[in-house]
């Protein structure tokens, strides 16, 4: 992935040329991944173990400020200028709103742990809903800085190894281990891409076995002599291979378990192939001065590609992209990454050590400094305090017990604010109470009154039970009512499997024997589906109702909350006059009518069935902003304080459902 100095093996520019141009053609045309990437950590992996051979022999050893320095050489100018430039890009281009999440993963990018960011983005429910980030594509570069990390320690390892047994070949040394650490890592990437694939697709150890690949072919390449005709043929398997890969597999969803060995080895066939010069081989299309030459700024388009495009995406309101646009978007990204090779990187590097050592220093201080106060506005800052909601200017759904137009709202007591409206939601998500994708045990988390309680409520889940949990945190405090939470995202209370989501099943089943072992005096959980979910209520519904009727555990049936087809935050943040008006939506739009619970003919006997509809909509309308408090901070999910404004108004069925258990 990084630029490297010209070398012998002409053919891995050209391998590096259409790894990059084929990335940027699924891109921008086929929205999906071509497998290039994978191409580029085998090539990696052969340049890097080469390299460090190459200092263990002219200077016999390994020497780790030389390498850090001369790693940070190749990587830093040109991927720092891109990061900071498509920040400040950004900035004018894209909505204001999308500005916490574009600088958090410049941070994450800067200092090569954005792939981290999206795994932990992969599994944080309310994360899943961001934006395209144009610092996505960093993932990439953030796992081979930490994989040439991990080679310096290997390598040290071996050298280490050597020396305590010194009749140890230290070429044979490294092969071992890294056979070893190649095996462990691809049976790691088949499980973890099997049990959780979009973590799998950034974790660095999953990806490791590639990067040793490359390695483990640059020690062994010299024994292997190929007749002509079979280096022929491989070098032309190797580029086929290559072009199609991503035309066989989805890979994005597949990657990187067994998958992955198509393009690496793919590669491996290529570098297999060698300089074999013969008619018509792949190598004399590779070495082609062309491809060449666009494989030495080939990093560099690999990192304008991207942000070029998603800032398209953004400044046109587009989701797809023409012919002639895409040719545009890949000429620009040509012109800046030859810009950036030749008119940054190169001077840089000619700059004397110590001066440039300096200015390395400063930017990271720099950089740390402004990511640590950045990172304490946006999560230390806490949610906004419970007893502002129950005043007159701040009242959200306990406007309704008052002749107060609940539809007025004063843009200056607004809560949330514009700013943070899209990070009001339940204390679960930062308390890590909300059990991740992959995961079939239950986080069990109390809110509420947690010493001197009375009765227990137990709050089961999806993210749409979760946004009440605000709620019952308010109820349980203001009556000793101990809250216990059991929420997972994207599952809901029922005993039908999906195929969309099957681990569900097994964690609603592991819900259930806990709660049973441990009977709660009530159940509060979602009792239906959106309008947008289906017509019917689901049958598992029904049959997870009978088994807390069956043992005497009383439900309380909430019917779900408006669902919005645009996220509220951002219809406010763009509407130039008044809000209510501009983002409002026809009630018959969103609320089915009669609802899916209240036409249920199989309530149980001790359930409790409450409809909040009329508290987000008129007989007309559905609005975002009620009592001045801002409804959801998504499309769907309602926000921490509209929630914490409801509590008052469930008190009394809460409390008589509480009474229900005999």
Request: proline share 5%.
């Amino acid at each position: 992935m990084q630029n490297q100095p010209k070398r012998f093996r002409l053919e891995i520019e050209g391998v590096r040329a259409i790894a990059a141009i084929l990335v940027a053609v699924y891109h921008i045309w086929f929205n999906r991944v071509s497998g290039g990437v994978d191409v580029f950590f085998i090539m990696s992996g052969f340049l890097i173990t080469t390299s460090l051979f190459s200092m263990y022999r002219k200077q016999d050893g390994i020497f780790i400020f030389q390498y850090i320095v001369k790693l940070l050489k190749r990587l830093m100018p040109s991927a720092w200028f891109i990061a900071i430039v498509t920040f400040i890009a950004s900035y004018f281009l894209v909505s204001s709103h999308t500005r916490p999440q574009f600088f958090n993963e410049l941070i994450a990018s800067l200092f090569y742990f954005e792939n981290w960011q999206l795994a932990n983005d992969a599994v944080d429910y309310l994360a899943q809903n961001n934006e395209a980030s144009p610092y996505q594509h960093y993932w990439a570069l953030s796992i081979q800085f930490q994989f040439y990390l991990i080679w310096l320690f290997l390598f040290k390892s071996a050298l280490f190894a050597k020396k305590a047994m010194s009749r140890l070949k230290f070429e044979r040394l490294v092969l071992v281990i890294l056979v070893i650490v190649s095996i462990a890592s691809f049976i790691y990437s088949v499980y973890l891409t099997s049990v959780n694939q979009p973590v799998a697709y950034y974790h660095t150890f999953t990806r490791v076995w590639e990067f040793g690949l490359g390695g483990i072919i640059s020690i062994i390449i010299h024994r292997i002599e190929l007749p002509k005709v079979v280096a022929w043929l491989f070098g032309w398997l190797g580029l086929i291979g290559l072009l199609i890969g991503g035309v066989i597999f989805q890979v994005s969803t597949v990657f990187p378990g067994y998958a992955a060995l198509w393009p690496t080895m793919s590669a491996v066939l290529i570098l297999l192939a060698g300089n074999t010069s013969q008619k018509w081989s792949a190598y004399n299309l590779l070495a082609s001065k062309p491809l060449v030459s666009f494989g030495k700024i080939s990093y560099a388009f690999y990192l304008w590609h991207w942000p070029i495009l998603i800032l398209f995406f953004h400044y046109f309101d587009r989701g797809t992209v023409s012919l002639k646009a895409g040719l545009a978007i890949i000429a620009l990204a040509t012109v800046l990454a030859y810009v950036t090779i030749y008119g940054i990187e190169q001077p840089l590097r000619k700059i004397n050590t110590s001066f440039r050592l300096t200015v390395i220093r400063l930017s990271t201080i720099i950089a740390l400094v402004g990511s640590g106060l950045w990172i304490y506005h946006v999560t230390v800052i806490p949610p906004p305090n419970v007893q502002a909601l129950l005043t007159s200017d701040n009242p959200g759904a306990l406007i309704y017990l008052s002749n107060d137009d609940y539809k007025t709202y004063n843009r200056d007591t607004l809560i949330p604010d514009l700013t943070t409206g899209q990070h009001d939601s339940s204390e679960v998500y930062r308390d890590g109470c909300f059990t991740i994708d992959g995961q079939i045990d239950f986080d069990l988390c109390e809110y509420g009154e947690t010493k001197q309680y009375e009765k227990t409520i137990a709050l089961i889940g999806g993210s749409h039970s979760a946004h009440w949990q605000p709620m019952l945190d308010q109820f349980g405090k203001d009556n000793n009512v101990r809250i216990t939470t059991y929420l997972k995202g994207k599952c809901r209370f029922t005993l039908e499997d999906t195929s969309d989501h099957p681990e569900c099943l097994d964690w609603f089943d592991n819900v259930i024997e806990h709660v049973l072992a441990n009977p709660p005096d009530l159940v509060f959980t979602t009792g239906d589906i959106s309008k947008f979910d289906g017509d019917t209520l689901p049958e598992g519904f029904v049959d997870a109702w009978k088994v807390f009727e069956e043992a005497n555990v009383p439900l309380f049936l909430v019917r779900d909350t408006p669902w919005y087809p645009y996220r509220i935050p951002d219809c406010l943040r763009e509407a130039d006059g008044d809000w209510n008006e501009v983002c409002k939506i026809p009630r018959s739009d969103i609320v089915r009518e009669p609802s899916l619970l209240s036409t249920a003919s199989t309530i149980p006997t001790n359930a409790t069935v409450f409809d909040p509809t009329d508290y987000f909509c008129d007989e007309e309308y559905c609005y975002p902003i009620i009592g001045n408090v801002i409804t959801h901070f998504d499309s769907n999910h309602i926000t921490a304080s509209f929630s914490r404004s409801l509590a008052p108004i469930m008190e009394k069925p809460l409390k008589q459902a509480l009474q229900m258990k005999s």
